[in-house]
Structures are given as C-alpha cells and as structure tokens.
C-alpha cells in the first residue's frame, strides 16, 4: 500500500483540480480571456525565474566546492524542474548524480548543500511573506498566514545559531547545520537576494494570470500568495507539488478576501507557463546534460576498460 500511496494521492490531488475547473467551466468561459501577450509575458518571466534559480544555485554550491557557469546551473535546475514531474522526487535525484558525477561532489554533502538552501528558500520567503502581510492584509499577522509565516522565517534561524549549539543538536534535529562551513555561508546574502527576485518574478507572472480574468488582485497580494506556495516544493509525494499549489493559493485567497475561482484559475495558468517552458527546454537540456554525464563517465573509465590507446 504504502508503494503505490504517493500515485493514490497524486491521481486524488489531480481528480479534484479537473473536477474543480469543469464544474467552474462555464465561469471561466465567461471571465477570462487568453491573451497570448500575457501568455508569453508569463513564459518569459518563468524564464527568467529559472535563470536566477541557477544563479543562486551556482552562488550556493560554489561555497560547497562546486565550480559551474550560470549556463550549467540554468540547464541543470531547468532539467531539474522537469525530472521533479516525475515520480519519486526525480529532480533531486538527477541534481545529485550529476553533481555526484561530473564535480565530484558526495552525496552527502549534496544532502547538506541542497537541504540549507531549501532553508534559506523558505526562511527568506516566509521574512518577506510577513512585512508583506504587514502591509497588504495586517489583519493576517496574528492568524493562520502569519503564523505560517513566522515558522518559515524560524526555520531560517537554526542555520544561525552559534557553532557549539549546532554541533550539539546536530544529531537530533537538523544534521545539515553543523556541516555548513564560513565559506558556504559567505555567499548567503547574494543567495537571499535572487530568492528576494525569484519572489518577484513569481509574483508578477501569476498576477498576470490574474489580469486575463475580472478579479482584481494587487503585486502584493501576488506576492503573499507566491511566498506561501514555496513550501509546496518541500512537497514530494506529488509529482510537481502538482494541484496543492493552486490550492494552496486559492485558500489563501480566500483567507485575504479573494475569490477561490479566481485565484485557482489563475495559478493554474501560471502552472500551464511553467510545465511549457520545463517541458521544452528540459527535454533539449537533458541530452546536453547526459552528453556531459557521460563524458565524465568515460574519463573516469581505467584503461583496460577503454580499450588500447591509439597514439
């Protein structure tokens, strides 16, 4: 049972994301249009959301030993986007074979790298989430949202306690944040600042989303939205975090005094730009990435298994 749950649940999850937009089909006709303008302004800022991600992946794991361009970063978090709507959490698997294999890097300090970023991801969005909630929905900051909110920023804070703390709680609560050296941490600003853009970024295109329809939703509240919506990629049973996101954001919604309709539609749109962009050009970078994988394969490959060298 236990094998098969994370496909119940994402056939579940899928079920009533189609269930919901059909029952809403006939409101959706009627209040939005598909402007391909806007479509392709929402495919040209997720786009660009890629190419920071790997600017602040490239920022991160270079203070863990990892010497790679932008361009690498760009192909391997696109590619790693598209493996994570594959079961299983393919993307984070396909980031650490290919770090494993072409830069050396073990497995385990792949774990802490990627488990302190996913820290940082969170904790950054959940500091904005709460001075945005203070401005656009203050009502918010002692309810539900921003309690979320404020555990997200916590999460942040365990990375910054002092050294003897964390070596001491490193073996029960959080093994990562005893093994992140100065030189990781060196970079953490500029890691926190693409977050800040990536943020931005998200938020622009799902208002957007939001404009090839009647409701009137402001930046910020977009971007209280997208800064919750984070925690979905923690999410691994679902390929992609698939249909949680835009429920997600349509609880959320609902909590600021949006329309539910409104808000799922929307996100799903912007879930639409997305699975565009990962699907086409993480297709092509797969094949660039592989052709690399294997060459440093064959590098590695003793002589005898390479056959005789011809001078």
């Known amino acids: 049972m236990r094998r098969w749950l994370p496909s119940i649940v994402t056939l579940a999850v899928l079920a009533l ?10 409101y959706i006709a009627d209040s939005y249009r598909l402007s391909p303008l806007l479509f392709a302004a929402v495919v040209g800022l997720t786009l660009g959301l890629l190419f920071v991600r790997g600017i602040a992946n490239r920022l991160h ?3 863990l030993g990892v010497e790679a361009s932008t361009a690498d970063w760009f192909r391997l978090v696109t590619v790693t986007s598209f493996t994570n709507y594959l079961p299983l959490s393919a993307g984070l698997l396909a980031k650490a074979v290919f770090l494993k294999r072409v830069h050396a890097m073990p497995f385990r300090r792949f774990a802490v790298g990627q488990t302190t970023l996913l820290v940082l991801i969170v904790a950054t969005n959940g500091a904005i989430g ?3 909630l203070g401005f656009a929905f203050p009502e918010q900051l002692v309810g539900v949202i921003g309690l979320g909110f404020a ?3 916590a999460a942040g804070l365990l990375l910054l306690l002092p050294a003897p703390l964390r070596e001491r709680l490193s073996g029960k609560w959080f093994p990562f944040a005893a093994n992140v050296g100065p030189e990781a941490r060196r970079n953490w600003p500029a890691v926190v600042a693409c977050q800040a853009v990536m943020l931005v970024a998200a938020a ?3 208002k957007l989303c939001f404009a090839m329809g009647e409701s009137e939703v402001g930046l910020l509240a977009c971007m209280v939205f997208c800064a919750a919506a984070v925690l979905t990629r923690l999410v691994t049973v679902v390929p992609g975090a698939l249909g949680l996101r835009e429920f997600l954001i349509g609880g959320l919604a609902v909590l600021t005094g949006f329309d539910l309709r409104d808000a799922v539609v929307a996100s799903t749109l912007s879930r639409a730009a997305e699975i565009v ?3 086409t050009l993480g297709g092509v970078f797969s094949f660039t990435l592989s052709g690399s994988l294997a060459d440093s394969m064959d590098g590695s490959l003793p002589d005898s298994v390479e056959g005789p060298r011809r001078d």
């Open 130 to 132: 709460l001075v945005l």
């Open 151 to 153: 555990g997200m920023f």
């Open 204 to 206: 622009l295109a799902l």
């Open 61 to 63: 794991f270079a203070g």
């Open 277 to 279: 962009v990962v699907f």
């Open 17 to 26: 994301l189609s269930g919901f937009l059909f029952e809403n089909r006939h």
